[in-house]
Nanobody
């Protein structure tokens, strides 16, 4: 299990940008799949974006495509979520999560992930 710490959340107006960071422990970080999930008030955890161990292998939920970019720096054990053109619907607590390299299932569900950060609040005002 990885130790994950998110940062970078805050309050931004509609159309603004934020970059979230997730710093992980462990020497095997580069072999892990890392994703961002979010949870709004009274909602289930919602998949946002994922990066597979190969840096350029990424995917996103439809509602953030073209606006959010997930990236990773394995040398720094860090994953980022660059969020542009933010909307009020993006308001949520954002969590990073890591899945071990031997997992063979669906990466879009929380059950794929063994390690979770504490969350960072993103609030988008109109």
């Amino acid at each position: 299990q990885m130790q994950l710490v998110e940062s970078g959340g805050g309050l931004v107006q509609t159309g603004g940008s934020l970059t979230l960071s997730c710093v992980a422990s462990g020497r095997t970080f580069s072999t892990y799949t890392v994703a961002w999930f979010r949870q709004g008030p009274g909602t289930e955890y919602e998949f946002v974006a994922v990066t597979r161990p190969r840096t350029d292998n990424t995917n996103y939920r439809d509602s953030v495509k073209g606006r959010f970019t997930i990236s990773r720096d394995n040398a720094k054990n860090t994953v980022y979520l660059q969020m542009n053109s933010l909307k009020p619907e993006d308001t949520a607590v954002y969590y990073c999560a890591a899945s071990p390299p031997y997992y063979g299932g669906d990466y879009y569900t929380p059950i794929a992930y063994d390690s979770w950060g504490q969350g960072t609040q993103v609030t988008v005002s109109s």
